[in-house]
């Protein structure tokens, strides 16, 4: 399994910098990041940023304290994309046929390290684990009567079943494909932002198997801001 953050973002800049000078400082945040994760299946991490970010050696050197028997790597972008979903097709060649796990770097899960794992007993296209929540600030999927998933929606509680962020894909060549199939469906939307939500839906719809197994956690966070992060640290210690 490849982990991957797409970071290629300006606001992710941002938020790296103002992270660098909080009184929490970066090895605090990096050990938070990698003790999210359960590291026995992790074959490789790809970081995807914007060659504005001028940090990339010193995030290199964090991670591989941290993570120091995982090969660490870098795709960079010129040009900020569309979405989440578009810089992940830009490392294509890089992912390609591979089992490819997805996260950020804006949040963390303090209860339990997570496992980065498809069922072996069953085929799954793509999971998504979820967690309780009636927040609008995260993306939801909605079931049928009898509990199967129908659609996910974009920072819309339309459930108590809300995305976590960390999508785990069999096999990137299908969700290059099928994010293909967006681009195409909307390519005169030259506004649009394409969530990864999308593809979800698009799995969905395609008859691939999609599924979103709960995780009991009380202590997901999601930093869309400094203030966010230290306040998360600060109940933390306290």
Do not use: W
């Amino acid at each position: 399994m490849i982990l991957v953050f797409p970071q290629a973002s300006h606001k992710f800049n941002l938020f790296y910098k103002d992270v660098r000078l909080s009184v929490y400082g970066l090895e605090e945040y990096a050990a938070k990041i990698a003790n999210s994760y359960n590291h026995s299946n992790i074959n490789g991490i790809l970081i995807i940023i914007l060659d504005s970010f001028a940090y990339q050696t010193e995030l290199q050197s964090l991670f591989k304290n941290l993570f120091p028997q995982i090969p660490i790597n870098f795709y960079v972008l010129k040009n900020e994309t569309q979405g989440s979903m578009c810089s992940l097709l830009m490392a294509v060649n890089e992912l390609k046929d591979l089992s490819v796990a997805v996260s950020s770097l804006d949040q963390i899960l303090i209860d339990y390290p997570l496992a980065l794992t498809l069922p072996e007993d069953q085929k799954v296209d793509i999971e998504t684990p979820v967690f309780f929540s009636q927040s609008n600030s995260f993306s939801y999927i909605l079931r049928d009567d009898d509990g199967r998933p129908i659609q996910a929606f974009e920072k819309k509680a339309v459930s108590s079943e809300a995305i976590m962020g960390v999508y785990k894909i069999h096999d990137f060549t299908t969700f290059f494909e099928l994010s293909i199939e967006l681009l195409e469906k909307y390519k005169g939307f030259r506004e649009r932002v394409f969530f990864i939500s999308d593809v979800i839906n698009a799995y969905i719809r395609s008859s691939k198997i999609a599924t979103f197994p709960n995780i009991e956690s009380k202590q997901y966070y999601k930093f869309r801001s400094l203030a966010e992060f230290e306040a998360t640290f600060n109940n933390e210690k306290n």
